[in-house]
T-cell receptor, first 116, second 113 residues
Framework: AQKVTQAQTEISVVEKEDVTLDCVYE???????LFWYKQPPSGELVFLIR??????QNEISGRYSWNFQKSTSSFNFTITASQVVDSAVYFC?????????????FGSGTKLNVKP | SQTIHQWPATLVQPVGSPLSLECTVE??????LYWYRQAAGRGLQLLFY??????ISSEVPQNLSASRPQDRQFILSSKKLLLSDSGFYLC????????????FGDGTRLSIL
């Protein structure tokens, strides 16, 4: 079964619109970590955020915000006032308990197109 | 600071030819190392990971193999490439038992003709 699901394959918005990227995860562990990465057209993966399972506080970093809800097993990512430079593929990932060799389970990614 | 290097950046190979992709990490000791493949328009699939020299774990059966001859060197190989081996290959490093972010190289775009 897929441990991380990103149901939105591709989203297109116009610059300055807000956009939310969904991430749903599945795990039996009580301790786990969630991540978001950005993959611009150049291909490298850029780390954005890490969240542990005991911290459900939402986080805001500039135009980026993350909403972690254990009740729905979701870790959604919102970009406020999107810009063309936000165009990329965004990946959500899950890492389970400490003795799992730090393996990551990635979702299939959401491609975000921000048009001017 | 830690850095990760992958090469080559792009590679075009005929079917049936061998493959060797190399990844090296600087600025850290005894990292966990990972090879991922990203098929066109798809997500990241973990191929291999290594927790130490000579220790390789395979996540999916395939035409590829990996080796770790030195602490900070990770090599992805194949004796005979298949068309289905085409894709974008990413190397990453992480710290064992830490759940810290993995850090990725710039990737190798492999095309099989």
């Amino acid at each position: 079964a897929q441990k991380v699901t990103q149901a939105q394959t591709e989203i297109s918005v116009v610059e300055k619109e807000d956009v939310t990227l969904d991430c749903v995860y599945e795990t039996r562990d009580t301790t786990y970590y969630l991540f978001w990465y950005k993959q611009p057209p150049s291909g490298e993966l850029v780390f954005l955020i890490r969240r542990n399972s005991f911290d459900e506080q939402n986080e805001i970093s500039g135009r980026y915000s993350w909403n972690f809800q254990k009740s729905t097993s979701s870790f959604n990512f919102t970009i406020t006032a999107s810009q063309v430079v936000d165009s990329a593929v965004y990946f959500c990932a899950l890492s389970e308990d400490l003795y799992n060799f730090n393996k990551f389970y990635f979702g299939s990614g959401t491609k975000l197109n921000v048009k001017p | 600071s830690q850095t990760i290097h992958q090469w080559p950046a792009t590679l075009v190979q005929p079917v049936g030819s061998p493959l060797s992709l190399e990844c090296t990490v600087e600025g850290t000791s005894n990292p966990n190392l990972y090879w991922y493949r990203q098929a066109a328009g798809r997500g990241l699939q973990l191929l291999f990971y290594s927790v130490g020299i000579g220790q390789i774990s395979s996540e999916v059966p395939q035409n590829l193999s990996a080796s770790r001859p030195q602490d900070r060197q990770f090599i992805l190989s194949s004796k005979k490439l298949l068309l289905s081996d085409s894709g974008f290959y990413l190397c990453a490093w992480g710290i064992d038992n830490s759940n810290q972010p993995q850090h990725f190289g710039d990737g190798t775009r492999l095309s099989i003709l």
